[in-house]
């Protein structure tokens, strides 16, 4: 009886190691799978990372493109409104030039009308003379005025 027992225990280690050379092939196989699988995994977010690493270098590509496109046309704006400042200083003064002017017709005006006696192409009119201070409230881009001195005669004066 002896011999069954021994023969069925060294039937039982060859089945377990049998089973256990089993269990290592399915091990490594799985191993391999995992591995594999692994190595897709890494594959996928490599690829993911220069996609992305893509998309940000295209779109600081647009941004640096639009920064550009903005700062000429701050420069085209600064410039535009440079020399709009400085027609708007030529106005302003050719504005007081044209104010001063007006006032000192109106003085003259007021003169003589003090004294009553106005000469128009050598022939005496006496009757009053209005200011002129409709200049003031019209609209002084329309007048175009040119920039001549304003001559006096001295016979105005005269009394």
Request: proline share 3%; with cysteine.
């Amino acid at each position: 009886m002896a011999s069954p027992c021994g023969t069925s225990s060294g039937s039982s280690l060859v089945r377990n190691s049998a089973s256990e050379e089993e269990l290592q092939v399915v091990m490594d196989q799985r191993k391999r799978k995992r591995m594999i699988s692994n190595r897709e995994s890494a594959r996928r977010s490599r690829m993911r990372k220069q996609k992305h690493l893509d998309d940000l270098r295209a779109q600081a590509a647009q941004l640096s493109k639009e920064n550009h496109q903005i700062g000429t046309n701050i420069n085209i704006t600064t410039q535009h409104y440079l020399g709009i400042q400085a027609e708007n200083s030529v106005l302003r003064a050719q504005v007081g030039e044209l104010s001063h002017r007006l006032e000192s017709l109106n003085e003259i005006i007021s003169y003589l009308n003090a004294n009553n006696r106005v000469f128009e192409s050598g022939v005496a009119y006496s009757g009053p003379i209005e200011p002129v201070d409709e200049f003031l409230n019209s609209n002084p881009f329309s007048l175009g005025f040119s920039n001549q001195a304003i001559m006096a005669s001295s016979e105005i004066f005269q009394c």
